[in-house]
């Protein structure tokens, strides 16, 4: 389980432990996340705030706060927590456990930030920091100062929209992997491109939106 865990993070730690803790929800004992949590919240507002203010040179103040609040906020946490299926290795009390606690928003939110801040005692800061880049890299291609709350396949959508341009279509090519550690591929189909866009991700909407960001992108480069 750990290992599939560790696939899923790209990330293997040296010190177990870490881990465990970071995984530990304060219902299952005093021993827990919370500490971890706060930390691992600094570091990633650190992070994306950083990789944003060099991405975007020429956006003011107020476009990269709230592109870094799309970025950091709990729904998009939860949902890097699913993609990792951070749910199934969750340490949890019974009464937790039998709420569907490994589901809750924000218990997978809050774990995914241990989890960096665990990453930062057991590597440094920047191992750290480039693990966030990766899990946060097809979002952060995504992202744009005048679309920063909507996700990629939204963008490309209205993109189209505006163009008076037939829906992208996505299809899936084919998975891979285990069943608890699979990998999607899909191709996205945009009628201004000439060749369809692939993407891929640990679960079929994720895969989606890092084909719809790599086409926003391509549609980009033409104008």
């Known amino acids: 389980m750990v ?32 500490r971890l949590e706060f930390l691992g919240d600094a570091i990633l507002n650190l992070s994306i705030a950083e990789a944003l203010y060099q991405q975007f040179p020429a956006s003011r103040e107020g476009d990269l706060s709230r592109m870094r609040s799309q970025l950091v906020k ?25 709420s569907g606690g490994h ?34 890299a097809s979002r952060l291609q995504a992202i744009n100062p005048q679309t920063s709350s909507k996700d990629a396949k939204t963008s490309l959508q209205e993109y189209l929209q505006a163009r008076k341009q037939p829906l992208p279509s996505y299809q899936l090519v084919r998975t891979t992997g285990s069943e608890h550690q699979q990998q999607f591929e899909v191709a996205c ?35």
């Open 3 to 34: 290992s599939s865990l560790s696939k899923a993070l790209g990330y293997e730690f040296k010190d177990s432990a870490l881990l465990a803790l970071a995984l530990t929800h304060r219902s299952y004992g005093s021993s827990n996340n919370e």
């Open 74 to 98: 709990g729904a998009t946490l939860a949902e890097l927590a699913r993609e990792f299926n951070l749910g199934e290795h969750l340490n949890l009390g019974s009464g937790e456990m039998k």
């Open 103 to 136: 589901r809750r928003d924000s218990i997978l939110a809050d774990t995914v930030e241990a989890l960096i801040a665990a990453i930062y005692f057991d590597a440094g800061m920047e191992v750290c920091r480039q693990q966030v880049l990766q899990w946060y």
């Open 189 to 223: 189909v945009v009628a201004l491109l000439e060749d369809v866009v692939p993407g891929v991700g640990s679960n079929r909407r994720s895969a989606e939106q890092a084909a719809a960001a790599s086409a926003i992108q391509q549609l980009q480069a033409k104008l």
